[in-house]
């Protein structure tokens, strides 16, 4: 059974950084997308950033510059760094990776509160 397991989500104050992590296990086939996608109270789920497994990268307009996806092929695992955190970057931040084009499997979140 595919798990992933996010950690590093918390509280900081604007301005500050935070690095997500997102570990998956169960996984016995080759990953091909990885990302991250956030929910805020509210609102509906975006995507954040993606990555491919030649790592392609893209980003939602509002976080270009302050935060990078990064990924370990090996360990299939993916991080987000953000940096510059905003109060409008509050949210539950889910990661998500896929077989092919899209996205299979999910996590179960990890909660990013930025307070100004």
């Known amino acids: 059974q595919v798990q992933l397991v996010e950690s590093g989500g918390g509280l900081v104050q604007a301005g500050g950084s935070l690095r997500l992590s997102c570990a998956a296990s169960?996984?016995?086939?080759?990953?091909?997308?990885m990302g991250w996608y956030r929910q805020a109270p509210g609102k509906q789920r975006e995507l954040v950033a993606g990555?491919?497994?030649?790592?392609?990268?893209n980003y939602v307009d509002s976080v270009k510059g302050r935060f990078t996806i990064s990924k370990d092929n090996a360990k299939n695992t993916v991080y987000l760094q953000m940096n510059s955190l905003k109060p409008e970057d509050t949210a539950v931040y889910y990661c998500a990776m896929g077989r092919n084009i899209g996205y299979d499997y999910w996590g179960q979140g990890t909660q990013v509160t930025v307070s100004s």
């Open positions: 990555i491919t497994r030649r790592g392609s990268t």
């Open positions: 169960g996984i016995y086939f080759r990953i091909n997308t």
